[in-house]
Each structure stands twice: as C-alpha cells, then as structure tokens.
T-cell receptor, first 111, second 117 residues
Framework: GQSLEQPSEVTAVEGAIVQINCTYQTSGFYGLSWYQQHDGGAPTFLSYNALDGLEETGRFSSFLSRSDSYGYLLLQELQMKDSASYFC????????????FGKGTKLSVKP | ETGVTQTPRHLVMGMTNKKSLKCEQHLGHNAMYWYKQSAKKPLELMFVYSLEERVENNSVPSRFSPECPNSSHLFLHLHTLQPEDSALYLC????????????????FGEGSRLTVL
C-alpha cells in the first residue's frame, strides 16, 4: 500500500527551530510537497521538492532524499502564528500523479 | 473574489436528505478535486476532474456524486449519507491534473463541514 508517516504532534517555543520529518512508501514518486493548515482554515502550499536537496523559502526550508524515501520541513525563528498542522504529500507514480497526503503534524508554538 | 470558494461552510443533514456542496475557483485552473478530511486520518482524494472530465474516482461510494459543469465549478451531490460520512470536504484546484504539476501545488478552499445525523 501507499503510506506517509509523520509525527502526530510537535511542541516548540517561540524563536526556536523545529524539524518535521516525513517518510513515504508509494508505488511511484514525482515529488514531495508540504502544506500548512490552521484550525478552521484551508490547507496552503508551502514547498515542493522533486530533486534531492534543500529548498529554502524565508523561514521555512524543505529537504528531500529520494534514496531514503525521506523528507523534512524545517521551520526557523518560530512564531506563534506558525501553530498549525503541517502535511507532507507525495505525487505518486500513477497515471495522474495524484497527491497522497500524510495524517499531518500538529505544531504548537509556546511563548 | 479570488482563490477557491466553497459553499456552504457548514451543513447538517439527515441520512435521507439530498444536498449539494458547491466549489468555485477563480484562478483559471484546468483541474479540480474533492478531498475528504476526517480527524486523525490523511486527506483522502475522492474525485479529480481535468478540463471538465472526470479522470479519477477513488473508489468512492455512489452516495457521493460529483458534477463539473465547467472548469470553474465543481459540485458534490450527497444522498442517503451515513453518519461516518461526517467530515470536512475540501475542494482544490490546480493548473493541470497531475497532482499540482511541476510545482506540486494545489489551491484549497476552506471546506464544507458536513454533519450527518
């Protein structure tokens, strides 16, 4: 079957750095995406990695290792507004390359 | 308006009712999706439409019936639902149908929270 594993909850303090890991097992792979969802809000796109390595966008970075079927989202200089759920998603190898999502990691940022 | 808009935001229905969820995207995208989000579970892909044609039906029960009259609008018709169908139903769009294409980016609406009594 296809699955993505990520921690269910992470807690950190303001100003800290937090890393959310994602391991995947899919029938094919085109790329790894990350989404943020605040309570009651829409999931919003953060990043996409199709190739190995680190992609940086402001305070957020995303890493991919295709050989390890592993990626992570790195959040730096945490702010209270970063409290949200974070989902990793894989474009699978099917004919449509649809997005398969993980269960999400709920990040709580404390003062 | 911009982005992806879903109505209604909240819906309560009995098991014998018929209702519909509506989604509209103002982004000029070619693909639209329905996802189901339940607590403690991954987002589940239900249907994918590309250029108004259904290209994916992810083993969804027939009590859920999608309709895509044009590339900007997507409906999910609901009838004889079960309490376990209570969930947040999310609509999304992307430039093409391949899971967000080369950017892996889907644009989501805020969802319709459905409660089945």
């Amino acid at each position: 079957g296809q699955s993505l594993e990520q921690p269910s909850e992470v807690t950190a303090v303001e100003g800290a750095i937090v890393q959310i890991n994602c391991t995947y097992q899919t029938s094919g792979f085109y790329g790894l995406s990350w989404y943020q969802q605040h309570d009651g809000g829409a999931p919003t796109f953060l990043s996409y990695n199709a190739l190995d390595g680190l992609e940086e966008t402001g305070r957020f970075s995303s890493f991919l290792s295709r050989s390890d079927s592993y990626g992570y989202l790195l959040l730096q200089e945490l702010q209270m507004k970063d409290s949200a759920s974070y989902f990793c998603a894989v474009r699978d190898g099917g004919s449509q390359g649809n997005l398969i999502f993980g269960k999400g990691t709920k990040l709580s940022v404390k003062p | 308006e911009t982005g992806v808009t879903q109505t209604p935001r909240h819906l309560v229905m009995g098991m014998t009712n018929k209702k519909s969820l509506k989604c509209e995207q103002h982004l000029g995208h070619n693909a639209m999706y329905w996802y189901k989000q339940s607590a403690k579970k991954p987002l589940e892909l239900m249907f994918v439409y590309s250029l108004e044609e259904r290209v994916e039906n992810n083993s969804v029960p027939s009590r859920f019936s999608p309709e895509c009259p044009n590339s900007s609008h997507l409906f999910l018709h609901l009838h004889t639902l079960q309490p376990e169908d209570s969930a947040l139903y999310l609509c999304a769009s992307s430039q093409d149908s391949a899971g967000g294409g080369n950017t892996g980016e889907l644009f989501f609406g805020e969802g319709s929270r459905l409660t089945v009594l």
